[in-house]
């Protein structure tokens, strides 16, 4: 059974930063890619980047500069580094199993339950 756990969520000013962690059992992490997806209030999920089992990264154009995904895998971690957090980066944060954007937003059921980011001054 794919666990996807998230922490590190919070609340913080604008322009402050926040690392969510995600720590993942249940199938070979390594040789999978990790994705971050985040839903703000009112609207639809929202694929963030990913991080390939070769440890290639590609981002949505709106954090392209401001976040960075890593992975540890002998953690079996995945990791999300936000810098120069904006209001509208405000979401719940999930972490899922695969590096596609498509796939990963019809399958919810890879993905964890979720770690709050808040940007408010």
């Known amino acids: 059974e794919v666990q996807l756990v998230e922490s590190g969520g919070g609340m913080v000013q604008p322009g402050g930063s926040l690392r969510l962690s995600c720590a993942a059992s249940g199938f070979t992490f390594s040789s999978y890619g990790l994705s971050w997806v985040r839903q703000a209030p009112g609207k639809g999920p929202e694929w963030v980047g990913a991080?390939?089992?070769?440890?290639?990264?590609v981002y949505v154009e709106s954090v392209k500069g401001r976040f960075a995904i890593s992975r540890d895998n002998a953690k079996n971690t995945v990791f999300l580094q936000m810098n120069s957090l904006k209001p509208e980066d405000t979401a719940l944060y999930y972490c899922?199993?695969?590096?596609?954007?498509?796939?990963?937003?019809?399958?919810?059921?890879?993905w964890g339950q979720g770690t709050q980011v808040t940007v408010s001054s």
């Open positions: 991080i390939k089992s070769d440890a290639t990264t």
């Open positions: 899922a199993r695969g590096h596609y954007s498509d796939y990963v937003l019809r399958h919810k059921e890879d």
